[in-house]
């Protein structure tokens, strides 16, 4: 009996979103290697919007806002005092300071540059200056909340009652930290990739929208015609034993 050939093995095929997705990845790890090196000016623009904010909307205890590479530093006027230790006064007071490294939130940037790449790259340059003046209000959020907790939060029950905060306003304070620290730095980039190239993004997602399997129609088996019926003529007598009639026998003679 002849052997049949092997059907050939088809190599597996990655849907476009996981292509999309290792694109992507590979792009963010190039892009933030290029981007540590520069992350300190590139990181100085929404620097400088966190110092506005704070010395606008807190200017009541903020006495003034300082930069410098990979550092960003807040002094108030809040007291606090210091603990005692040999040699010094007692009941030293100094005034609270806070600091942050302002790139320490800004992979951001070199998140969207990858979704930029790993996308349609049309107006790739654009786009990511684009993008780029798009995230600095949220990295300066990132900032801003970070410095805010860390001097009112975390200075204790003397400095919270000298800024004059409510509850409500303490509970909101903790929340744009959790947001702008956890959330924003992740959420922001993917929003503002999906304003510069939504059309690459429906497609992608029309493209994984499950399709309903196509069943082959069988064939119906071909039925048998009807064998044509086989019509006597009118008219005729059939000589066939089967249509001739059987004779009946004769009645039995009467007894004399």
Excluded at 7 to 33: C, E, G, I, N, Y
Excluded at 137 to 152: E, G, Y
Excluded at 189 to 201: E, H, K, N, R, T
Aim: proline residues 14%; positive net charge; glycine residues 6%.
């Amino acid at each position: 009996m002849p052997q049949q050939p092997e059907p050939q093995r088809r190599a597996p095929r990655f849907s476009p979103l996981t292509r999309f997705f290792a694109r992507a990845v590979a792009a963010f790890l190039a892009a933030t290697a290029l981007w540590w090196p520069v992350s300190d000016y590139a990181s100085r623009p929404a620097a400088f919007v966190a110092r506005v904010v704070l010395e606008t909307a807190f200017d009541g205890w903020v006495r003034r806002t300082s930069s410098s590479p990979h550092k960003l530093e807040v002094e108030t006027r809040l007291t606090v005092r210091m603990p005692q230790q040999p040699g010094m006064p007692r009941n030293m007071v100094a005034e609270l300071t806070g600091e942050v490294d302002p790139a320490k939130y800004g992979y951001s940037l070199p998140l969207l540059l990858a979704l930029l790449v790993a996308g349609s790259r049309r107006h790739l340059l654009r786009n990511a200056l684009v993008g780029a003046a798009c995230l600095v209000p949220f990295h300066a959020f990132s900032i801003a909340a970070t410095l805010l907790k860390d001097m009112v939060l975390g200075g204790g029950p003397g400095v919270l009652a000298q800024t004059g905060f409510a509850q409500w306003q303490i509970e909101l304070l903790a929340f744009c930290y959790q947001l702008g620290v956890l959330l924003m730095p992740t959420l922001a980039p993917i929003l503002v990739w999906l304003g510069l190239d939504c059309s690459f993004a429906s497609t992608l997602l029309r493209q994984e929208e499950p399709h309903p399997p196509s069943t082959p129609t069988q064939p119906e088996p071909p039925t048998a015609a009807p064998a044509p019926q086989m019509q006597e003529p009118q008219g005729l007598v059939s000589t066939s034993p089967a249509a001739v009639p059987p004779r009946r026998p004769p009645p039995p003679a009467a007894p004399r």
